[in-house]
């Protein structure tokens, strides 16, 4: 298991933008397959995106492809979730989970992945 720490939430207007980040001090993310899920209150936990380690392909929900962009900075160890043109709708908590293995399967991800303990995001205007 790896110690998964996400920042980055907060409150914003609908339209808007938040970058989350998510960190494992003491572990290079490089190879690690990263994910994004997140849990609205009353709803299932849902997957978000992911980006595969070594190669970095990424791959999104529809309901979030081409306004959330993930991606590493292998300089500070972190992975980014950038989040444009937000919507009520996606106001939940985002949790970043991390897997040595390194491809982006959720099922394994949700099993066998290390979470952190998540980031609330709040889009209200």
């Known amino acids: 298991q790896v110690h998964v720490v996400e920042s980055g939430g907060g409150l914003v207007q609908p339209g808007g933008s938040l970058n989350l980040s998510c960190a494992a001090p003491g572990k290079s993310l490089e190879v690690y397959a990263i994910a994004w899920f997140r849990q609205a209150p009353g709803k299932e936990r849902e997957e978000v995106g992911c980006?595969?380690?070594?190669?970095?392909?990424?791959y999104y929900a529809d309901s979030v492809n081409g306004r959330f962009t993930i991606s590493r900075d292998n300089a500070k160890n972190t992975v980014s979730l950038k989040m444009n043109n937000l919507k009520i709708e996606s106001s939940a908590t985002y949790y970043c989970v991390v897997d040595s293995e390194g491809g982006c399967n959720y099922a394994l991800l949700r099993a066998f992945g290390s979470w952190g303990q998540g980031t609330q995001v709040i889009v209200s205007s």
């Open positions: 980006i595969a380690g070594t190669i970095p392909n990424t």
